[in-house]
């Protein structure tokens, strides 16, 4: 391309207004609102590059998940729905950067390194989570895309996840599914309710639950999806847009203050659940008769659904490669289940949905969760195709058949593209149907070791580089053997710290096995940063 048409690319109203530096993260760019217009102008533009260079569709989400309403923030989907390359972050994170002046130059640099054919058409999908800030910072990245003569369509008021699925249908030509939101809707929803059929309740599972959408917008969703669920589930809906963004509620607020939402009724062992600002994370929640609070993370859902896919794969007489990816911050509790009671692999990854998505795929059948409740489960197409013809196959037993069927089913409730909150609630309603279970048989699978997170505030969360899977520091040196010091004096104390990329703070997660030594062991860990 020419520098002469580049120079349309220039415009004022998205000129770069203030010196901060901001990193693409964990999840794309996240800051203050007021921060992003230009950000979100070169999002647009960049999208634009990748859908040449991929000649393919590309998402471009703007949300800032669970962090507070004034935030906001960008993150671009790759064609096949997985995050940005990582290649490409350092090209995202400078062109953000750059002063207006060395705009177009820096747009030049990267079609000449990329060796990227202008000539490809591009088509960019945007999608917006409800903050109050997000239409504006939409047309900043419309302004982008159609500057560089990308095609964009916009699906408004989205989940991420819902995204994810769209890019994912679009560039396998509708083979993943139909791209369009009833697409999303009437697959996940039929699949459920094939695999439950007429039978609604089953033993100790009741079909009803109470949903605390963290005022964002999986309220819109989950009422969206009313339509198609029809009877055969109900799902009462709490903080469904009146109140603040995830304050006092959502899934981030009620895994890290392990405590319930904010207005939000709670009866003894009333099965209760919550998706974060931009529905991609899930956490089950129940307040039991002596009102104690019960916490159903990311780990638990992992775990369910591990346990229930070994059984039907057993039942049906398949032998997969069956893992599960984890990371630092999943409970002791569960590896230990799963590594030794249930005997399936597991594998610890860095934070980051990235991270595990990639792990995952490394088996045949790869279930990732962080313990925030954000995952998913991946198939290789071959097993699908396997599974396909169990169903079929006349020497295999009628209940063999079955459960292949079932399994088949059920794959169609997963949006395999990223974790999705809604995706991931139907699944577990389906195993808990499917085993007859209330939460309470589920929680009792077994036991959490007590454990809790810090965020604390540094001059600079830089300092701190971590490896192994973030389980340790590298820097500053002496950081480590300080935090080896201290576990070591707790039983089955395990504790470390690293720099969050999605705020600017530290994170610090400690569990033992005594409650009443957690407190003590975090706090002497986090003073070593402090
Ligand atoms: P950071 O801020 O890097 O810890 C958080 C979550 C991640 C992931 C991202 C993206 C924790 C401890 N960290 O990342 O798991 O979900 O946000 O939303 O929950
Ligand atoms: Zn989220």
């Known amino acids: 391309m020419e520098s002469f ?6 415009n004022e109203k998205y000129n770069k207004k203030h010196d901060g530096y901001l990193q693409y993260g964990t999840a794309g760019f996240r800051a203050g609102a007021d921060l992003l217009d230009h950000v979100l102008y070169r999002m647009g533009l960049l999208a634009v590059l990748r859908s040449k260079d991929k000649n393919a569709v590309i998402g471009l989400m703007i949300t800032a998940s669970h962090n507070v309403e004034s935030d906001n923030g960008v993150k671009l989907i790759d064609p096949a729905g997985e995050m940005l390359e990582p290649a490409w972050e350092q090209i995202v994170t400078n062109l953000a950067n750059v002063n207006d002046s060395n705009l177009i130059s820096t747009i030049q640099q990267i079609i000449k390194e990329r060796n990227i054919d202008m000539s490809v058409n591009a088509t960019v999908i945007t999608g917006r989570d409800t903050r109050r800030s997000s239409p504006a910072l939409l047309n900043a990245a419309i302004a982008g895309i159609q500057g560089l003569n990308g095609t964009v369509q916009d699906f408004g008021l989205i989940t991420t996840p819902q995204l994810h699925y769209l890019v994912v249908c679009m560039n396998t030509n509708g083979s993943y599914g139909v791209p369009t939101l009833n697409g999303y809707y009437e697959k996940l929803s039929k699949a459920f309710k094939h695999v439950r059929q007429d039978k609604i309740n089953n033993g100790q599972y009741v079909a009803e639950l109470q949903l605390d959408a963290a005022n964002g917008i999986g309220a819109i969703a989950v009422k969206e999806f009313h339509n198609y669920l029809g009877t055969s589930i109900t ?12 304050y006092l509620c959502g899934a981030d607020y009620v895994k890290v203050q392990q405590q319930p939402p ?11 659940v919550t998706v974060d600002g931009d529905a991609d ?16 993370d990311g780990d638990r859902i992992a775990t369910l659904i591990a346990a229930y896919f070994k059984e039907l794969l057993q039942e049906c007489q398949l032998s997969f490669k069956l893992g599960l990816v984890q990371t630092a911050y999943a409970n002791g509790g569960s590896t230990d289940y799963i590594s030794n009671v249930l005997k399936i692999p597991v594998a610890c990854a860095s934070t980051g949905i990235k991270h595990l998505h990639g792990k995952a795929l490394e088996f045949d059948i790869g279930i990732y ?13 071959s ?5 396909k013809h169990a169903t079929m196959n006349a020497q295999l037993q009628a209940s063999e058949r079955e459960a292949a069927s079932k399994l088949l089913n059920i794959i169609d409730v997963i949006n395999q593209t990223v974790g999705d909150a809604l995706s991931d609630m139907l699944l577990v309603e389906t195993i808990l149907h499917a085993k007859g279970w209330s939460i309470i048989e589920w929680k009792k699978m077994y036991k959490d070791l007590p454990n809790k997170q810090l965020k604390v505030k540094v001059s600079d969360k830089n300092v701190i580089t971590t490896t192994n899977a973030e389980t340790q520091c590298l820097t500053p040196e002496g950081l480590q053997h300080g935090i080896d010091k201290i576990v070591s004096q707790y039983k089955k104390g395990r504790s470390f710290i690293r720099p969050s990329g999605t705020e600017d703070i530290v994170r610090v997660y400690a569990e033992c096995e005594d409650t009443c030594d957690l407190d003590k062991l975090i706090t ?5 940063v402090y």
Do not use: M
């Not at 048409?5 to 220039?10: S, T, V």
């Not at 904010?262 to 209760?272: D, E, I």
């Not at 994370?281 to 159903?296: A, K, S, T």
């Open 5 to 10: 048409k580049l120079e349309n690319i220039l």
């Open 235 to 246: 799902i009462d809906v709490y903080n469904d847009g009146d109140g603040e963004l995830n």
């Open 262 to 272: 904010t207005n939000f009724p709670l009866k003894p062992n009333v099965r209760c």
């Open 281 to 296: 994370r899930v956490i089950y929640f129940y307040l039991d008769e002596n009102n104690q609070f019960h916490l159903l």
């Open 369 to 381: 969760f962080e313990a925030n409740g954000h995952g998913s489960v991946l198939f290789k197409e």
């Open 383 to 387: 097993v699908v195709q396997t599974i």
């Open 524 to 528: 002497e860990v986090a003073l070593l």
